[in-house]
């Protein structure tokens, strides 16, 4: 599928908290305690958490297992995931955090690429930029709630 269909999004939000109590939350198994429907198993992971290299899987509703690859991890500054799901579409989640005063600016940036025309249409139809920003902005709640701020 040569050039296949690519959806890029990019959002920056404002959390309460230390940068590196915040960072911290954007671990799978972290997660599981901020996330409401987040479900994830880790397979490697020499820590346990996330780090670079780990990977994990979650699942979705009708779609197959999606394998995730910690590609980047810089404690405080840098974390960036690339997700597969088999037979549909490749997404790189990255999120890079800075203090500023007493909140963490988190920019966070999808690129979600089809791997197939099935892919193309569930890109298409199931991720758009209001999605985005809506689930990206609601971490602004959930993160320092999570960390009992």
Not at 55 to 71: I, Y
Not at 98 to 110: F, M
């Amino acid at each position: 599928m040569k050039n296949a269909l690519r959806k890029k999004f990019t959002h920056t939000i404002y959390v309460k908290g230390d940068c590196q109590a915040v960072f911290k939350a954007f671990c799978p198994e972290a997660e599981k305690k901020w996330v409401s429907d987040w479900e994830s198993t880790m397979l490697y992971s020499k820590s346990g958490i996330a780090e670079k290299n780990c990977v994990f899987t979650t699942t979705q509703q009708n779609m197959p297992e999606t394998v995730w690859v910690c590609s980047v991890y810089d404690v405080g500054r840098e974390v960036e995931y690339v997700r597969t799901t088999p037979g549909h579409l490749v997404s790189v989640i990255n999120i890079t955090t800075r203090q500023l005063g007493e909140d963490t600016e988190c920019t966070v940036k999808y690129v979600h690429t089809a791997l197939t025309a099935v892919g193309a249409q569930y890109i298409l139809s199931h991720l758009s930029e209001e999605q985005f920003i809506a689930q990206i902005v609601s971490w602004e709640t959930a993160i320092p709630i999570y960390l009992g701020k």
